[in-house]
């Protein structure tokens, strides 16, 4: 389809160069519904975007929004900081019963604020207090939020650069196969730990994301991860993972980190665990680690009483009977056949893809960047891609350090009929701009 960008508007009047993602879709959008979005002059997109991960069940999912509806029109609580209400009850029980306790997690709840970055904070904060050390080791290429704590254990130097300050008590290490399997795992981060003249103060805790997805779609081993547990239970520093993006079943199960058959000591949630796309963030912590005084961390928009009306829904919905797991895989099955497709089809542009679940990552090898393993990546491909993918109607962007991989994320409640034209619609911008 054709494509006319909108005329200079009060968004390029008024609004920041902040502004990003609407750089790379020149369209005005106007609703939108499951899959799709539509701008306002009429033009259709298949949405492999998905709000970032946090649109997991689609946009506008009929179910989440009479939920919400039913409960705005009754007058039901809208913003009640901390205090007791009845969609927070609600909430709580539904997350105990269809979440927590069928993976025996003994997790207490904290509402830190409506954002990812404010669960990451409030973790950071509460495993510092708990172990009275500073220092955070996060692993290359992560991502965990644009405040200054979470920009701390952020690996991204564009990102970091914008802090304006140093960014201190944080410590990175190699990622999975960061170093292409040359070097046996936490060898140089166990080496440090045991010299008293490595410079590494004790750690409080380790920081880490099983599937890196601004960093490039790095999908760390089972092994790796339950390697890295083990690590910190024997070093006394506390794991957190951060399941931001990929938690909520983005990988198959609820939480990424279940195929590892590991127990995190804190976990933090958003994005998805709202449902509806409304802003919430949960930290999740063993009980032995609450020790805050009351009021000891707090905001105003910690307690969004509407998402929690859409989160127990979309639990409810969707996380009663162990469906939307087989689901889920099902269609990572159908993605990743298409993806190796491409790859065979584009040999001599180094085609490559990994993922879990429904987040993918198509790269080339090529001379304009570099991978997480070291590798020559080509990130002009990647965004030439998803510049044609958006003329031919599909929303994907790009991801990893220098935007060399195309990201693939679309909502969970997909279609194998809407995959699959997706997925040929992405082929065909590949096709075409090789």
Known sequence: MTITPPALSVFEALESEVRSYCRGWPAVFDRAQGSYMYDEDGHTYLDFFAGA?????????????????????????THGLDMGTTAKRAFLETFQNTVLRPRDLPYKVMFPGPTGTN??????????????????????????????????????AFKRAGAGIPLVHGTPMPFDNYLDGRVPD??????????????????????????????????????????????????DMLLIVDDIQMGCGRTGPFFSFEEAGITPD??????????????????????????WEPGE????????????????????????DGQMEKQTLARGEQVEQALREIC????????????????????????????????????????AVCARAFELGLLVETSGPQSEVVKLLPPLTVSPEELDEGLRTLARAVRETA
């Open 53 to 77: 991960g946090a649109l997991n069940y689609g946009h506008n999912n009929p179910v989440l929004k009479r939920a919400l509806l039913d409960y705005i029109e009754r007058d039901g609580v």
């Open 119 to 156: 669960a990451v904070e409030a973790a950071l904060k509460l495993a510092r207090k708990v172990k009275g050390r500073e220092a955070i080791v996060s692993f290359t290429n992560a991502f965990h939020g644009m405040s200054l704590g979470a920009l701390a254990v952020t690996g991204n």
């Open 186 to 235: 936490f060898l140089w981060f166990e080496r440090l730990l045991e010299d008293q003249g490595s410079g590494l103060n004790q750690p409080a805790a380790v920081i880490v994301e099983t599937v890196q997805g601004e960093g490039g779609i790095n999908v760390a081993r089972t092994e790796w991860l339950r390697g890295l547990a083990d690590l910190c239970k024997r070093r």
């Open 266 to 291: 804190i976990v933090t949630l958003s994005k998805s665990i709202g449902g509806y796309g409304l802003p919430m963030s949960l930290a999740l912590f063993r009980p032995e680690l609450d020790i």
């Open 297 to 320: 961390h707090n905001g105003t928009f910690r307690g969004n009483n509407p998402a929690f009306v859409t989160a127990a829904a979309a639990l409810d919905t969707y996380w009663a």
């Open 344 to 383: 065979e089809e584009h040999v001599r542009l180094g085609a490559e893809y990994r993922g879990r679940g429904l987040v993918w990552g198509l790269t080339f090898r090529g001379s304009g960047g570099r991978s997480p393993e070291g590798h020559s990546t080509d990130h002009t491909r990647a965004s």
